[in-house]
């Protein structure tokens, strides 16, 4: 009613009308419209108080409790009663709080005690306890510890909750955040958010305030790096409270890190994972295992391997120090010093420090990074040797660390010391300090220095300086390869062989110490003695100039060796290699070892030499074209040994060298006799080289007489002989050339035959070369040389020829007949056994016919001739055929032999001489055989001697020398026939005019008979190669055949009956062979068949030889298989069984074989046929009935049955009825083949029918050709 009164009021009513609006709504408890319309009074009379209270008890109603007790508080501070409401609002949220307390909602907890007194029940301490509890949660452990300090303590802390001792210890960083969030359930700050226990009976306070305030006052010690407090708070507490038992390992742990106890670092995280506290146990104790590898291993690449991943700013940058430190000692250890000092200096990063810099001063925190980086500084100069730097850095170590006491700084001092003064030393009494200091060092122990080998060293030097040259070369080589030792070593063994004038060893000593003292000069004068021994005076000279100025003996043979090239300039490199090329063939700029000669390449060379002598000339620049053709020569053995042979030997090269060692200059004119008289068996080569090559032939020639078999000499006549023949040819001397030639070829062939000489020359080449050469090797090289000669003799021919000189050609041609006649005397000789006792052969002698007359020997020959004959006639070795080559060899008849011998028999059958008869021969002279010392007295003997020294000794000489020339020639016109038959067309005429010539000849000696044998032999030989060809060029082999033999039986005519008779039986079955090939061989190479020649050869064959029987079967076969393409006429048919059964008949009684059966039954097949033919068909089945009606016969006695059959065909043949006489005869002969009394009977009966056939034939048609 006064709402409404106040607003009929108007607008002066407003304020009471709002207010009563307000009290009207208060009495109806419209708390939402009371608060409206008190907000809208603006404070009118008690409307403010009001406006609370409404809003109070409107916020209770709506549950909003604490904004509810705020209001109603505020509302009973100004007096307004608001009881009861407002105590229940403050015993709700209490309640509520507590509720909260009790799920651990610490936010929510102090929103409902915010609106509470303070003094209401323990509303102070349980929002302490809260706030605290959050504290907590943000790891805010000052504020947490302070909150529940005032829980414990009624409202006072220690110090605002600082734990006792806080403000006496340095603050350290704090640990990151843990786990859990203010307000949320769970774990808080590692503490339990359940809080669920006994509390205070004051206020209601959880009861583990006190556990809270310790574990937050802990890991406040924790946030300050107070680590032994913390792990004491830790330790109060109960061990299942919160992370206590973690926090108390992680406690423990970094207690141990403090104090540097790296094991108890490990044993205190214990089970802790390493990612516990952000990680940083695992960092501490990865640095703890490190600093236990380094402190107690010295394990550095450990160190660097547990530091792996770590970051260097860990454990408050420590573990860069300790990786660095554990990186530079790994340097050390492999002894990069430098690389160790750059490792140290990385821990200045202004800079390393100055060598004056006091450590203090340098602002690094690592107290041993300034020793470390010193240290590593100074050896790094002792490994550059610095040693002076070295010394100085040593030096500042010492003084600012304190004495020895920084690793080995005063041992490494003394020996820095030690070095400078080592460098210092100049002679003997400075090495000698040197040597104490290292002896003091030594007996000091002192690891990993060379002090032991530089004392020896130091020795080494003070001998050294003293001349001691022995204990230094000692001293030295102990050393092994010490500083300069090999060559300090090598140049007292250098010094020492000079002293003893060993000169090789000298060089070699100095030529590995070269640049060290005079050992250059040492080194010359060493190689001046070896050339100059060696013979090479220019070249020694060259050496002695380079040890000019310093020895004064240099200089003395330098001059003496000038005089002896002047005096003697081709014994200037004389003895360089043991063979020596002829003066002409130096003439050649493409002779080989001239060509190679500045690449190394002399005869002395081994294969390898030659073999690397490109390279040495490619080195230089481009090969010449002498030089490729040079070394195409020389670098296959065998070519290389062509060449050698070619070439001087020196017999005795070291003999030759000292003689020439031993030589003076002032021996003037003289020089070359005493020479020669100190090396006699090189002296004709000497003169060869001083006085041209006709004085070393003339003194070679005289001591082959001396010795005839020494080869040695014959060597080098042979050589000497053979250039003078090519450079007389050169030269246009030809005449003069050719006797060059003739001695040449006479030496070269005697030498070629001689084994042993060649075996010994192959050990010399085969020395020289470091090859092996083999005795094969050397049967390839004489017979190359043999080639080669004969190669030169064709070539200069040819040339002659060319140039149209007649003579001289016809000259070469009988130069080259000389060498085989040579050559197959020395073999035939050698095959015999050779001339024994020959004075200077070891053993025997082969030489050909020339040698023989140059050295004389023909006297020797001869006995020996004689000697042989008479052990061949006794049949003893070596033969009647050996000895009559051995005449041959060594008489008029040696060059036909020769020629013969290498199948040159044209040339033969000219050389050999005309032939008198037996009848013509001169007389014998009576002594020689007997009295070997007539011949010396004996004109017509010396003569004989002379062309025929093999003959000179027989008995009957002319007539042995005339029959042994038949023989020859003989010989030489059958290989000429031979090869004639061989040839081709025209060859049968030239072969029988070669056997013509033959038997005429042989006339001579009565020898025809003889030689028709053998020409016999030759024909039969031919003809059975013929005859062993095969397919289609065998018809044409068989007629070639058949025409030889016919031929030589003509030509040879007359001949006695046992040669007749040969050769007839050859025809014979030649004919038979070539009557198969016409009859029926060739029809299987598709050729027509004669069987009209075939059976004109077989009846020929049969002719010659009625026992042939493979000419009877043969024309017997070709009578009977042929019969259809002869023809089909019944008498003519007839006629042809006839002889075939003629044939068989003979053949069967001289041999019953399978052939002839098959043959006979064929025939009796085709009688049949005819029988058939004849009869006609009633005539046949007479006969068959009538056989029909016989018995079988008995199979075991067929004989019978045949006889039985045979007087049948008699008792037919009686009633003449020859046709039933056939019939059973045929049968018969079936039945018993063998018996010739039926073949016979079946024979006559053929030729009785044959003869009714054919009324009007001559009777000789009857024959038979068997």
Not at 526 to 545: D, F, N, T
Not at 888 to 909: I, N, P, Q, T
Not at 919 to 945: I, V
Not at 1206 to 1234: F, N, Q, S, V
Request: proline letters at 4%.
């Amino acid at each position: 009613t006064a709402r409404d009164a106040f607003a009929q009021a108007g607008p002066d009513c407003r304020a009471w009308q709002v207010y009563s609006a307000g009290r009207a709504a208060d009495e109806a408890g419209a708390w939402g419209a009371a608060t409206e319309a008190y907000e809208a009074a603006d404070g009118f009379l008690d409307s403010a108080v009001r406006l609370l209270f409404a809003r109070g008890r409107g916020a209770a109603e709506a549950g909003r409790p604490a904004e509810a007790l705020t209001a109603l508080s505020a509302a009973a501070a100004r007096g307004w009663d608001t009881e009861p409401w407002l105590g229940d609002l403050r015993h709700g949220l209490y309640e509520a709080a507590l509720t909260s307390t009790d799920a651990a909602d610490w936010p929510t907890v102090l929103a409902h005690l915010a609106p509470l007194p303070a003094d209401f029940r323990a509303t102070h301490l349980l929002r302490r306890y809260a706030e605290g509890r959050l504290a907590t949660a943000a790891e805010d452990w000052a504020s947490a510890a302070e909150a529940f300090g005032e829980c414990v303590g009624g409202g006072s802390t220690d110090g605002a909750g600082s734990p006792p001792g806080a403000a006496q210890q340095p603050p350290v960083d704090v640990a990151g955040p843990v786990a859990g969030a203010p307000g949320q359930g769970g774990t808080v700050g590692g503490v339990s958010a359940d809080a669920g226990g006994s509390r205070d009976v004051m206020g209601d306070v959880p009861g583990d305030a006190g556990d809270l305030r310790a574990y937050a006052r802990a890991r406040l010690c924790e946030v300050r790096g107070l680590w032994d407090d913390a792990l004491a708070l830790f330790g109060g507490l109960a061990g299942g409270f919160g992370d206590v038992a973690d926090r108390v390992l992680y406690a423990r742990g970094r207690a141990a890190d403090v104090r540097g106890e790296w094991d108890g670092v490990i044993d205190g995280f214990g089970r802790l994972p390493d990612g516990y506290a952000d990680g940083e146990v695992g960092v501490r104790r990865l640095y703890a295992r490190a600093r236990l590898a380094a402190d107690q291993r010295g394990d550095w690449a450990a160190v660097l391997s547990l530091l792996t991943g770590v970051p260097d700013a860990a454990r408050e940058g420590a573990v860069s120090a300790l990786r660095r430190k554990a990186e530079g000692r790994r340097a050390e250890e492999a002894g990069d010093w430098a690389a160790a000092c750059s490792v140290y200096g990385r821990a200045f990063p202004g800079g390393a420090p100055q060598p004056g810099a006091a450590t203090g001063t340098i602002g690094v925190s690592d107290p041993e990074a300034v020793p470390l980086y010193r240290y590593a500084l100074a050896r790094t100069h002792e490994q550059r040797e610095q040693w002076q730097d070295a010394a100085d850095v040593y030096r500042l170590i010492e003084g600012q660390v304190g004495g020895d006491s920084w690793a080995d700084v005063g041992v490494r001092l003394r020996y820095v010391q030690a070095r400078l003064d080592e460098s210092a030393a100049d002679g003997a009494e400075d090495w000698r300090r040197v040597v104490e200091a290292y002896d003091e060092l030594e007996r000091g122990g002192v690891p990993g220095l060379d002090v032991a080998a530089r004392g020896r060293y130091a020795r080494v030097r003070a001998a050294e300086a003293e001349g001691d040259w022995a204990c230094v070369a000692a001293e030295a080589d102990a050393l092994g390869t010490h500083r300069d030792a090999p060559a300090v070593a090598a140049y007292a063994r250098g010094r020492l062989a000079d002293a003893h004038q060993e000169w090789q060893r000298a060089a070699d000593a100095f030529r590995q110490c070269t640049g060290h003292r005079d050992a250059d000069a040492h080194l010359a004068y060493a190689e001046g003695r070896l050339l100059e021994s060696a013979g090479r005076w220019s070249a020694a000279v060259a050496a002695y100039e380079k040890a000019g100025g310093v020895l004064d003996r240099a200089d003395a043979r330098c001059r003496r060796l000038r005089r002896l090239i002047g005096l003697l300039p081709w014994a200037d490199g004389l003895t360089v290699s043991p063979l020596v090329a002829d003066p002409f063939a130096v003439r050649d700029q493409a002779f080989p070892y001239l060509a190679l000669r500045d690449a190394g390449v002399d005869p002395g060379a081994s294969m390898d030499v030659v073999k690397n002598a490109s390279y040495a000339l490619l080195e230089r620049g481009t090969m010449s074209w002498h030089e490729r053709v040079a070394l195409e020569r020389l670098r296959l053995p065998g070519r290389r040994l062509q060449l050698d042979a070619l070439l001087y030997r020196w017999h005795s090269p070291a003999a030759l060298r000292d003689a020439l060692s031993a030589l003076s200059p002032d021996e003037g004119p003289g020089l070359l006799d005493a020479l020669c008289a100190r090396s006699p068996q090189d002296a004709p080569l000497l003169l060869l080289l001083a006085r041209g090559r006709e004085a070393a032939a003339a003194e070679w020639e005289r001591r082959l007489k001396e010795a005839p078999g020494d080869m040695a000499v014959v060597h080098g006549l042979a050589v000497a002989r053979l250039w003078q023949a090519q450079e007389l040819e050169q030269s246009g001397a030809w005449e003069h050339a050719v006797q060059a030639w003739e001695s040449a070829l006479a030496y070269w062939a005697t030498l070629l035959s001689d084994d042993e000489y060649w075996d010994g020359w192959r050990v010399e080449r085969a020395t020289a070369y470091e090859r092996d050469l083999t005795h094969d090797d050397m049967a390839s090289l004489r017979w190359e040389l043999s080639q080669h000669l004969f190669g030169q003799l064709s070539a200069y021919e040819q040339r002659h020829t060319e140039q149209d000189r007649p003579q001289q050609a016809a000259a070469y041609q009988a130069l080259a007949a000389l060498l085989e006649s040579e050559l197959g005397g020395a073999r035939v000789l050698k095959d015999v056994g050779g001339l024994p006792s020959v004075p200077g052969s070891g053993g025997t002698l082969a030489c050909g016919p020339r040698y023989l007359r140059l050295l004389c020997l023909q006297e020797p020959l001869a006995e020996l001739a004689a000697e042989l004959d008479a052990a061949a006639q006794q049949g003893k070795d070596p033969g009647e055929y050996a000895v009559r080559e051995l005449r041959w060899a060594f008489s008029e008849l040696a060059r036909g032999f020769a020629l013969s011998e290498v199948r040159k028999f044209e040339a033969a059958l000219r050389a050999l001489p005309v032939f008198p008869t037996l009848t013509t021969l001169p007389d014998d002279c009576a002594g020689p055989a007997e009295q070997p010392a007539h011949t010396r007295g004996c004109g017509p003997c010396q003569d004989f001697l002379r062309r025929n020294p093999a003959y000179v000794r027989l008995p009957r000489r002319h007539a042995r020398l005339l029959q042994d020339g038949v023989e020859l020639a003989v010989h030489v016109r059958l290989a000429l026939a031979r090869t004639a038959l061989t040839r081709g067309d025209g060859g049968l005429d030239e072969a029988l005019s070669h056997w013509g010539e033959l038997v005429k000849v042989s006339r001579n000696a009565g020898m025809q008979a003889r030689s028709k044998k053998a020409v016999i032999r030759t024909v039969l030989g031919r003809v059975e190669a013929l005859t062993d060809e095969e397919g289609v060029q065998l018809g044409g082999c068989l007629d070639e055949a058949v025409t030889l033999v016919e031929s030589v039986i003509a030509a040879l005519h007359p001949l006695d009956r046992e040669l007749l008779s040969q050769l007839n039986a050859k025809l014979s079955a030649l004919l038979s062979m070539r009557g198969v090939w016409r009859g029926y061989t060739r029809t299987k190479h598709g050729m027509r068949s004669d069987m009209y020649g075939a059976e004109t050869d077989l009846r020929r064959a049969l002719a010659l030889n009625p026992e042939s029987s493979h000419a009877r079967d043969n024309l017997a076969r070709a009578f009977v298989f042929t019969l259809d393409e002869r023809t089909y006429e019944v008498p003519a048919r007839l006629k042809l069984l006839h002889d075939a059964l003629g044939l068989l008949d003979v053949g069967l009684g001289q041999a019953l074989t399978h052939r002839y059966r098959e043959t006979l039954a064929e025939a009796l097949d085709e009688m049949e046929k005819l029988l058939t033919r004849h009869l006609g068909v009633e005539g046949m089945g007479d006969l068959i009935r009538s056989d029909g009606r016989e018995p079988p016969p008995d199979e075991a006695d067929l004989a019978s049955w045949a006889a039985e059959l045979t007087l049948r065909a008699e008792r037919a043949l009686r009633d003449g009825d020859i046709l039933w006489a056939l019939h059973h005869l045929i049968r018969a002969t079936r039945a018993e083949p063998t018996d010739s009394r039926i073949r016979q009977a079946l024979l006559d009966a053929v030729n009785r029918w044959l003869a009714e056939l054919t009324p009007d034939e001559d009777d000789e048609a009857g024959g038979s050709v068997a």
